[in-house]
């Protein structure tokens, strides 16, 4: 069998690497599937903050199997594991499939964020936070509409996403759905890894503000949704219903519960009468 370049795949057989992407994503999924059960519990109990950090697991777990499944190993042991990838027939031809789909996956993230980016240029887009290496505040050119209490609320969010380097976490989330295009639960892990970055921003600005609660809803409510994605960023309301219901939801503290710790943060949310004007 011939192999496909090694610039993309290493020294090992095309087959070998499609084999090794292939139990990576299993170990991953599984992993996925362990923090989006475990969320909801441990924000409960130690804030929105430590939920949001168990999304490093998956991404460790990606990155572990794929380095011992590829780890450099003698002649012997490479040879044989060139001969029985060479058996199972086909499998030249799924990593070929393979590199096509991460390439349009690839091209569908720069396409969204060029079109974010040419709304941000226009002044139609924000409040996001946008850059990698040096992330920035962008605010819509109405930003008028706001009061100045809801704009230092926005802001002291979108501090807190770079703060937290989440620009970049939402890069290494987009890489991961690229990557791993064909399993279904890497959109879901990339989807819940964007909610729960904004439900920690959330928790912290409410542990600064703890009477800004009613006033930090309402705000979250006047924000119109995203209409273009941003893939390399952090856009204030997350966009669709579900997020932001889930984000306006859990304002209010139940009746006797304790506040979880401070570095944990307090689980953004409001009651229905708490959103009224």
């Not at 990593?95 to 690839?106: E, H, Q, R």
């Amino acid at each position: 069998m011939n192999d496909l370049p090694y610039a993309i795949l290493g020294d090992q057989p095309a087959a070998t690497a499609v084999a090794a992407l292939g139990l990576a994503n299993l170990a991953a999924g599984a992993a996925v599937v362990a923090v989006a059960g475990l969320r909801p519990p441990v924000r409960r109990l130690f804030g929105a903050a430590t939920a949001y950090g168990l999304w490093r697991i998956p991404f460790v777990v990606l990155a572990g199997a794929l380095l011992v499944v590829l780890a450099p190993r003698d002649a012997e042991s490479l040879s044989a594991a060139a001969a029985l990838a060479d058996r199972v027939p086909g499998l030249e031809l799924v990593a070929l499939a393979w590199l096509a789909g991460f390439a349009v996956m690839a091209a569908r993230v720069g396409i969204a964020q060029s079109r974010f980016m040419a709304e941000v240029r226009a002044g139609r887009a924000g409040p996001a936070v946008v850059g990698l290496i040096s992330p920035r505040i962008v605010m819509p050119a109405d930003e008028a509409g706001y009061t100045a209490e809801e704009r230092d609320l926005i802001r002291a969010h979108e501090r807190a996403h770079i703060a937290r380097k989440d620009p970049r976490a939402a890069a290494l989330a987009a890489f991961f759905q690229c990557v791993c295009w064909f399993n279904p639960l890497a959109h879901l892990a990339a989807f819940l890894v964007r909610l729960d970055q904004e439900l920690a921003c959330d928790a912290a600005v409410i542990m600064s503000r703890p009477h800004a609660r009613s006033l930090y809803a309402r705000t979250l409510l006047k924000t119109q949704l995203a209409a273009t994605p941003l893939p390399l960023g952090c856009y204030w309301p997350a966009r669709g219903q579900h997020p932001l219901e889930v984000r306006i939801g859990l304002l209010k503290p139940r009746p006797g519960h304790v506040p979880p710790r401070a570095e944990g943060g307090i689980v953004v949310a409001a009651s229905i009468d708490a959103i009224r004007p």
